[in-house]
């Protein structure tokens, strides 16, 4: 069974930094675009970053500048470097393949105190 595997959240201060992984045990997943979601509590899922299978990435307003996607094709893995973390950042974080969404994984918890 496909799965998408995210880790690396936590408790961390404002102003503080995490780095999210998460594995993807699918096939192709080199020309797949990946994308980073949050889900505030009590509010909707959206999108805060992609990359494609090439490297190309793209940011929302929110977290341009603070946030930086990655992957490694050769591990099937896609991450997240967050910096200058803020309260409104504290969410659930999920990935998944934009264009052709897996399964949704339990996301990684990431809490921002003020």
């Known amino acids: 069974q496909v799965q998408l595997v995210e880790s690396g959240g936590g408790l961390v201060q404002a102003g503080g930094s995490l780095r999210l992984s998460c594995a993807d045990s699918?096939?192709?997943?080199?020309?797949?675009?990946m994308g980073w979601y949050r889900q505030p509590p009590g509010k909707q899922r959206d999108r805060v970053a992609t990359?494609?299978?090439?490297?190309?990435?793209n940011y929302a307003d929110s977290v341009k500048g603070r946030f930086t996607i990655s992957r490694d094709n050769a591990k099937n893995t896609v991450y997240l470097q967050m910096n200058s973390l803020k309260p409104e950042d504290t969410a659930v974080y999920y990935c998944n393949r934009v264009r052709r969404p897996l399964p949704w994984g339990r996301g990684t918890q990431v809490t921002v105190s003020s």
């Open positions: 699918g096939s192709s997943f080199d020309i797949n675009t």
């Open positions: 990359i494609t299978g090439g490297g190309i990435t």
